[in-house]
């Protein structure tokens, strides 16, 4: 059977017993809350109940023009700020996001279904690239070349672009944004978002905290929107760079429309992250990381392990035996609820397209070890609640391990050797991230040197790059030749300049070579 494509209505529906108007949450233009001109709007569910709380507009081609209009004008002012003061801004913003971090967590909670610490923990990791952003005097620093012939000094200066855009997946509504636009900003540029209509109360609050923090108005949009306004987004001339994070068919459609249209494009799209466990692994901590890796935050993590690699039967039986026990006891609730371990799915279709997978895996022949398609949760029957779920035996023609699932899904594979592990990792379209769980050092070391995968992981589970370091895979998982944050954000968000600068003394006369500096 197929899985259903799990695209949900732009049309607000009815909600289930009540009949109130659900509220609107506007764009942010200019530096307040703007409802613009479109008049199609988006449904905001609340995924541990099941209701629609709230609606968004989506915007307009003409909507995105006026959004990238404010940026034009705030981007002349802001780009004339010295990197030490827009710095002065970019610590405030830090600042201001620590002491709202528990309304900032509530409201991604609320929006997405993440657990309220795996909230604060996304939020965190957003914080941290603003934290290496207020380093930007620094990080601006070109090279100088004193005398490099005869009365004549050559440097480098690494400027802005202008009116730059990010856009934005469902799954970090608060981090992902953040590791765009904090670089973005203190760079000079002006920043147009456009976050998930799915959950997107905290973008909203995050460029209200940045006018607060003493950014000028229109330095930070927000745009609500669907396929239509990424379109706008990606035709739009005024715009210079795009920043893409979602699933690799729209990455595809992404990178090569707006490089078609002129502009500079980072596009992060889709993953098939692989443990391998050796039969050295302590399996105590594999089974830990392999929990928290393929189940926090529902599976709904670009980063998320899909794929444990268990090379040797031995291995896998024990592995096996170990990660069903734990996977059945789970604890599943709404995301606000103290020891829940793992919250709901952010929307009823995408649970209806997880749970299509698990009925696939099944119809294709792999052995579901634990089936959580039946979890309820009192109190809460009209969540989009899905429990672990856990299959053995999968091979690789199967469509649950091409996939990405995006869900509570662990798929259990056996290799025979490490060589076979290691093709079956590098055998895959997908190539993000990779782990592998051993004592041996040169077993590690090896792994490292030769698997195919952006981000690599010895005894980690999830090997997401600190904010000094930059966040991006390999093969389909990525299209552009830069990456997330680090330094490889500041080179994307800005444009490089080299001066060659003489002062003679007296006239050199003409020269019709090519220049030979003496």
């Known amino acids: 059977m197929a899985a259903p494509a799990g695209t949900s209505s732009t049309r607000s529906a009815p909600l289930p017993g009540n009949s109130r108007t659900p509220d609107a949450l506007p764009h942010f233009v200019h530096g307040v809350r703007a409802t613009l001109a479109s008049d199609r709007r988006g449904p905001v569910w609340n995924p541990s109940t099941g209701r629609q709380e709230r609606e968004v507009p989506l915007a307009t081609s003409s909507d995105v023009a006026e959004a990238v209009s404010s940026g034009e004008v705030a981007f002349l002012q802001w780009a004339a700020w010295s990197p030490l003061k827009r710095a002065r801004v970019m610590f405030r913003f830090r600042d201001l996001l620590q002491e709202h971090a528990t309304e900032l967590a509530s409201l991604i909670a609320a929006e997405h279904g993440k657990v309220l610490a795996d909230a604060l923990g996304e939020l965190q990791r957003g914080i941290e690239v603003v934290e290496f952003a207020c380093g930007i005097p620094h990080l601006l620093k070109g090279e100088f070349s004193s005398g490099v012939s005869t009365g004549v000094d050559m440097y480098s200066l690494r400027q802005p672009l202008g009116v730059v855009a990010g856009i934005t997946p469902f799954n970090f509504p608060a981090m992902v944004p953040l590791w765009m636009l904090a670089p973005a900003i203190a760079c000079g540029n002006a920043f147009l978002l456009k976050p998930s209509e799915k959950d997107p109360s905290c973008p909203v609050r995050l460029a209200e905290l940045l006018v607060e923090a003493g950014a000028p108005a229109g330095v930070l949009n927000v745009v609500h929107g669907d396929a239509g306004t990424v379109d706008a987004i990606l035709a739009h001339p005024a715009i210079q760079a795009v ?39 302590d399996l105590d901590q594999a089974v830990d990381a392999l929990l928290g890796a393929a189940f926090g935050s529902a599976g709904e993590r670009c980063m998320a392990i899909s794929v444990a690699v268990a090379v ?28 829940v371990e793992m919250g709901p799915l952010v929307t009823a279709a995408h649970h209806h397209r997880v749970a299509a997978y698990v009925a696939l895996g099944v119809e294709e022949g792999a052995d579901l070890v634990v089936d ?65 769980f051993t004592r041996d050092g040169n077993t590690a070391r090896e792994f490292a040197d030769r698997v195919q995968a952006g981000m690599v992981g010895v005894n980690v589970p999830i090997p997401v790059p600190l904010a000094f370091y930059s966040f991006g895979g390999w093969k389909h998982s990525a299209f552009g030749d830069q990456n997330q944050h680090g330094m490889d954000g500041v080179r994307f968000f800005t444009k490089l300049k080299t001066v060659t ?18």
Request: with cysteine; glycine share 12%; proline share 5%.
């Open 372 to 436: 959580g398609r039946n979890v309820r949760v009192d109190g809460h029957e009209d969540g989009f609640f899905l429990g672990g779920c856990l299959f053995d035996r999968v091979t690789t023609s199967m469509r649950i391990y091409q996939e990405e699932i995006f869900g509570p899904v662990l798929c259990l594979v056996r290799a025979a050797d490490p060589a076979e592990a290691l093709g079956i990792v590098n055998g895959h379209e997908f190539g993000n991230g990779a782990s592998v």
């Open 501 to 518: 600068s003489r002062w003679p003394a007296a006239t050199t006369g003409s020269e019709f070579t090519m220049p030979n500096l003496k």
């Open 243 to 281: 920043s893409f994070v979602g699933s690799t068919p729209v990455a595809r459609h992404v990178y090569a429309t707006a490089a078609a249209n002129g502009k500079r494009v980072q596009s992060m799209g889709g993953a098939k992250n692989h443990l391998v466990v050796m039969p050295d692994a």
């Open 312 to 339: 040797g039967d031995a291995t896998a039986d024990e592995l096996r035996r170990r990660l069903a026990d734990r996977v059945r006891s789970l604890r599943i609730g709404p995301s606000t609820t103290p020891g």
